[in-house]
């Protein structure tokens, strides 16, 4: 195995923690959900009854927990699917694409991203994704 493709196969398994890490965060969205939940079914949790507007805090609660517990979920069937691609050595611009999405993600996914970065962008590596140099093993 060349160090290419060693570079790739460390960068899959790389990406597939990072998707770990995102599901986590997935879950731990959950609480603004628990808590919304909570708030909406007793009013009186927030402090004493108000005449309006009672609901408005637990709705903003369960609404902020669902759209991060989506983004989270998203965010980590996309790197389960670069680390994927990345271990097949296919969908080159979809895997450089998401390496620099990778980076607004600080600090593991600023790292992740600027090494998948580094190893992506040499020759080398472009010719093995499209097939010019055979992989040392085959699959």
């Known amino acids: 195995m060349n160090q290419d493709e060693e570079h790739l196969r460390l960068l899959s398994i790389f990406y597939y923690v990072i998707a770990g890490l995102f599901a986590v965060g997935a879950c731990f969205s959950g609480i603004y959900i628990v808590l919304g939940i909570i708030f909406l079914v007793s009013p009186t949790a927030l402090g004493p009854p108000d005449?309006?507007?009672e609901e408005i805090p637990a709705i903003a609660f369960i609404i902020i927990g669902v759209c991060g517990s989506l983004f989270a979920a998203l965010l980590a069937g996309l790197n389960i699917f670069v680390g994927r691609?990345?271990?097949q050595k296919k969908r080159y611009t979809f895997c450089l694409v998401m390496a620099a999405v990778c980076c607004v993600f600080f600090p593991l996914g600023t790292i992740l991203g600027v090494f998948s970065?580094?190893?992506?962008v040499r020759p080398s590596v472009k010719a093995i994704f499209d097939g010019i140099i055979p992989p040392a093993f085959p699959r």
Not at 117 to 120: A, D, E, Q, S, T
């Open 51 to 53: 005449q309006h507007g």
């Open 85 to 87: 691609n990345l271990s």
């Open 117 to 120: 970065l580094i190893v992506l």
